[in-house]
């Protein structure tokens, strides 16, 4: 039996990243399927178009606004990235997987440079079109507004998601700080289609009314999704579910205005119900 896990751009469980300083399982066991991969092939949960819920909010994450800065943590190889740059911006993406840049800019025919990143230790710079995209490889938690100053608008399509609970406060702080005082974060979370076996919200807990993320169980080490069958994988107990726009809410606190622009009742995502899933499209900026 599977427990539950989340995924982000690339389709990994971020657990125990680095957190002691040494080598992680899981990171290990993501990065070997990144070493499977050649350029064009994707891994399982990589999304091979534009997110349509990033280019049907866009003018809410921008404010209507051009030229701005904007974060995409836990990238992969997104598409949302070029995208952006297209309408504009420049896009910094942060990512442990070095595979994941170099595929990036080779499937879209540019050619970044490659330097250290003196501020972090480890860390690598990939940057295309005169900066106008950047992916920093590295451990997502050493990246901070020292590196790359703060951002307009955050993009975490399943980023947050893919945090153990136990790094969800500090995931959540560490991107409050590279975020300006007006910034808009757009947030997209999972749950279990009603329809899907695995949708009974009285049985598993899921949607919006199970436990607080403090009683999560999650197994943190060897997760990997290099599997055929369902990406959520098959919940153990009713605790493990992916994170709801209740804990979101107070992960970020008082501080922060919440709406929720997509819920189960929205046109389906295809892309998330052919995994038996519901999109979930949160949107926070500051008070």
């Known amino acids: 039996v599977w427990s539950a896990v989340a995924f982000d751009h690339t389709g990994y469980k971020m657990a125990?990243?680095?957190?002691?300083?040494?080598?992680?399982?899981?990171?290990?066991?993501?990065?070997?399927?990144?070493?499977?991969?050649?350029?064009?092939?994707?891994?399982?949960f990589h999304m091979p178009r534009v997110h349509p819920?990033?280019?049907?909010?866009?003018?809410?994450?921008t404010g209507g606004r051009e030229g701005l800065r904007i974060l995409?943590?836990?990238?992969?190889?997104?598409?949302?990235?070029?995208?952006?740059?297209?309408?504009?911006?420049?896009?910094?993406?942060?990512?442990?997987?070095?595979k994941a840049p170099q595929h990036f800019f080779q499937e879209h025919g540019i050619e970044p440079t490659v330097s250290e990143e003196p501020s972090i230790e480890g860390a690598k710079l990939y940057k295309g079109l005169d900066g106008k995209i950047c992916i920093y490889n590295c451990n997502f938690f050493k990246?901070?507004?020292?590196?790359?100053g703060q951002f307009d608008a955050v993009w975490d399509r399943g980023s947050l998601m893919a945090m153990e609970v136990r790094d969800q406060k500090r995931y959540v702080d560490l991107?409050?700080?590279?975020?300006?005082?007006?910034?808009?974060?757009?947030?997209?979370?999972?749950?279990?289609?009603?329809?899907?076996?695995?949708?009974?919200?009285?049985?598993?807990?899921h949607g919006h009314g199970h436990h607080g993320h403090?009683?999560?169980?999650?197994?943190?080490?060897?997760?990997?999704?290099?599997h055929?069958?369902?990406?959520?994988?098959?919940?153990?107990?009713?605790?493990?579910?992916?994170?709801?726009?209740?804990?979101?809410?107070?992960l970020f606190g008082d501080g922060y205005e919440m709406s929720c622009l997509e819920d189960k009742n929205s046109l389906p995502d295809g892309f998330a119900s052919q995994h038996g899933l519901v999109s979930l499209i949160y949107f926070l900026t500051p008070k």
């Open 175 to 205: 991107m409050k700080s590279l975020m300006k005082p007006d910034a808009r974060y757009l947030v997209e979370t999972f749950e279990v289609s009603e329809d899907h076996p695995l949708g009974d919200s009285n049985e598993h807990g």
């Open 143 to 148: 990246f901070n507004s020292a590196v790359c």
């Open 228 to 250: 055929g069958g369902h990406p959520h994988g098959h919940p153990h107990g009713e605790d493990d579910d992916f994170i709801t726009g209740k804990e979101i809410k107070a």
């Open 16 to 44: 125990d990243i680095e957190q002691d300083g040494g080598p992680d399982p899981a990171l290990c066991v993501c990065t070997r399927h990144w070493d499977e991969l050649k350029p064009g092939e994707n891994p399982e």
């Open 214 to 226: 403090g009683h999560h169980g999650h197994n943190t080490h060897g997760h990997h999704h290099h």
């Open 72 to 98: 995409i943590p836990l990238c992969g190889k997104t598409r949302d990235m070029k995208w952006l740059q297209e309408k504009g911006h420049t896009v910094v993406g942060v990512e442990f997987v070095e």
């Open 53 to 61: 819920s990033l280019m049907k909010h866009i003018d809410k994450l």
